[in-house]
């Protein structure tokens, strides 16, 4: 081979190669083909937000969420059934989602690498803002004759799936009444499997963590007397000050039919969202949720403000998000 044609090669290579490169640069970060434009809403052209099972509150609340989101700032919305809180930080760290419903103690495990985290920390995800308390609720029959946390023992209790929001706080509340998972016969089921098995008498009682009032359990009290179990105050200060997310919470008489009101904990439900989401997505996201928050329907809607958007988060807050509540609570 002579060397004009070696030359004529190279120059060729080098053609290609630059090329390349430019297509790169100028695809890097693209989403769909979008990202790059002045207009960061129309970078993404879709968005999923994650919810939970149908039975529970974020799926309730989700789907006029999404079509908030989707109302103000153009870009198509849906909200998605998923196994919530833990699964959902999981899925927004593998780029599957965009937006999650979670408790406000699994984001904190999982920023910090703790517990269900402990060998997954995902620290690509900040905070939209906080929403309403999500009650940790004991549920059981009136039938079943269990009326506390001791009387847990030996039966079948639904605790939800490991790893999930709501298996930890079964097992930090067994803790504190002296219990663990190996006094009960634990059973691995979503809020509607809870329900039913319950109605079936294949179960006891069942942890769920959630909104009140909960689909799951008005569908129960439907067809049969409802009882929670209550977390008594000395019990609750000393889970405070062990896990200090949580919070003491109240059920109202009335709510399932309840007689009286019933004292338990609570910890924060929160929306999170991709570090990667541009800042002035990010914003538009965040003001469409907030400031459309009166126009739900749900019995939580009404708590969901701007002014308290903030509260108990323990994770860092997106810079469009932060840019929101920075200027409405100016």
Do not use: R, W
């Not at 009326?147 to 605790?159: A, I, N, P, Q, R």
């Amino acid at each position: 081979m002579n060397k004009k044609l070696l030359g004529l090669i190279s120059m060729l290579l080098i053609a290609v190669l630059a090329l390349a490169a430019c297509n790169s640069t100028d695809d890097a970060g693209k989403k769909d083909g979008a990202k790059g434009d002045s207009d960061s809403s129309k970078e993404y052209k879709f968005l999923s937000v994650l919810t939970g099972g149908t039975q529970g509150t974020y799926y309730a609340l989700g789907g006029a969420i999404a079509e908030f989101i989707e109302t103000d700032t153009g870009v198509k919305t849906s909200a998605e059934v998923s196994q919530a809180s833990a699964a959902n930080m999981t899925a927004l760290k593998d780029g599957k989602a965009e937006i999650a419903f979670v408790q406000t103690d699994i984001a904190y495990y999982a920023q910090e690498g703790e517990l269900m985290f402990k060998d997954d920390k995902v620290d690509t995800v900040s905070a939209i803002g906080s929403l309403y308390p999500e009650t940790v609720q004991l549920v059981t029959l009136e039938k079943t004759g269990i009326k506390t946390f001791e009387d847990l023992k030996g039966k079948s209790v639904s605790v939800g799936a490991p790893g999930s929001g709501t298996y930890a706080n079964a097992e930090q509340l067994l803790e504190i009444h002296g219990l663990t998972m190996d006094d009960i016969k634990p059973q691995n089921l979503d809020f509607g499997e809870s329900q039913e098995s319950l109605q079936a008498g294949q179960i006891d009682a069942a942890f769920i963590t959630a909104g009140t009032p909960t689909g799951a359990v008005e569908g129960l009290n439907a067809v049969a007397k409802v009882f929670v179990v209550p977390v008594e105050d000395d019990k609750a200060d000393e889970l405070i000050s062990k896990y200090q997310y949580y919070a003491k919470e109240v059920i109202p008489a009335g709510t399932y039919g309840l007689a009286e009101d019933t004292p338990t904990v609570s910890v924060g439900a929160m929306l999170v969202i991709q570090n990667e989401v541009p800042e002035d997505l990010a914003y538009e996201i965040t003001k469409a949720i907030y400031d459309n928050a009166p126009k739900l329907q749900h019995a939580k809607g009404k708590l969901i403000k701007a002014e308290t958007g903030l509260d108990g988060i323990g994770i860092p807050v997106h810079p469009g998000a932060q840019k929101y509540f920075d200027e409405v609570n100016k």
